[in-house]
């Protein structure tokens, strides 16, 4: 089992910054993948980035790619996401998932809001133009 506090959220000018963190308790941190996941008013939730268990790969939707970068740091139980370049258009409810490194078939479902068992409450993100 582990449980998800996302921080850093706030409101920021377009063309900003903000780097949102994800801290994990419980244990074997390490031995999850982790994603971000955003839903915005009136949308469905989507996906943003995920990164694997050791860190190694990154992925990310087409949206985000070359403005955001997701990462982790297993000493400290935490992933975070460092989003640059803000537009209105990332504004959101942002959360973190986490799924066991053994779940099968994961570079085909990374993206999939049913592939995580594991959620945060979320942590809002505006960007005002």
């Known amino acids: 089992q582990v449980q998800l506090v996302e921080s850093g959220g706030g409101l920021v000018q377009a063309g900003g910054s903000l780097r949102l963190s994800c801290a994990a308790s419980?244990?074997?941190?390490?031995?999850?993948?982790m994603a971000w996941f955003r839903q915005a008013p009136g949308k469905e939730r989507e996906f943003v980035a995920a990164?694997?268990?050791?860190?190694?790969?990154?992925y990310y939707a087409d949206s985000v790619k070359g403005r955001f970068t997701i990462s982790r740091d297993n000493a400290k139980n935490t992933v975070y996401l460092q989003m640059n370049s803000l537009k209105p258009e990332d504004t959101a409810v942002y959360s973190c998932?986490?799924?066991?490194?053994?779940?099968?078939?994961?570079?085909?479902?990374?993206?999939?809001?049913?592939?995580?068992?594991?959620w945060g409450q979320g942590t809002q993100v505006t960007v005002s133009s």
């Open positions: 998932a986490a799924v066991s490194m053994g779940a099968p078939d994961y570079s085909g479902t990374y993206s999939q809001i049913k592939s995580y068992n594991y």
């Open positions: 419980g244990r074997g941190f390490s031995m999850y993948h």
């Open positions: 990164i694997r268990w050791r860190g190694g790969t990154t």
